[in-house]
């Protein structure tokens, strides 16, 4: 669709998906003068979840926390980690190949006490 053109149409499209997954299909627009055909990918994800970690150690003590990224999509994924709060620690990258879980080392090791 094009903004500002007086010949671009709407197209909404809704699906209810039964599972957690990828979905693909093929939409065939025909007309007398032109032929498309679309392909359509929706990745559906479980609902967000909110998480509340708690960490106990001493001042410059670390401590680590392995928290599972599952992969049940149709392809690897290459997750990049931003994180945020003084003390935390963990890899940039991490890479979660498809049907696998890979565990995310969050590691919080505190310069003073807090």
């Not at 669709?1 to 998906?17: H, T, Y």
């Not at 093929?26 to 708690?54: F, G």
Request: hydrophobic fraction near 40%; proline fraction near 6%; include cysteine.
């Amino acid at each position: 669709l094009f903004v500002g053109r007086s010949d671009a149409v709407d197209l909404p499209i809704k699906f209810f998906p039964r599972h957690v997954g990828c979905y693909r299909c093929q939409i065939l627009l025909k007309s007398s003068w032109d032929v498309r055909v679309y392909e359509v990918e929706c990745v559906v994800n479980t609902d967000h979840a909110e998480a509340e970690l708690e960490f106990l150690t001493h001042a410059y003590q670390a401590v680590v926390q392995d928290i599972p990224i599952s992969n049940m999509s149709s392809q690897d994924w290459k997750l990049e980690a931003i994180l945020e709060g003084q003390g935390f620690y963990g890899p940039p990258l991490i890479h979660v190949g498809l049907g696998e879980t890979a565990l995310y080392p969050l590691v919080f090791k505190p310069i003073a006490e807090c």
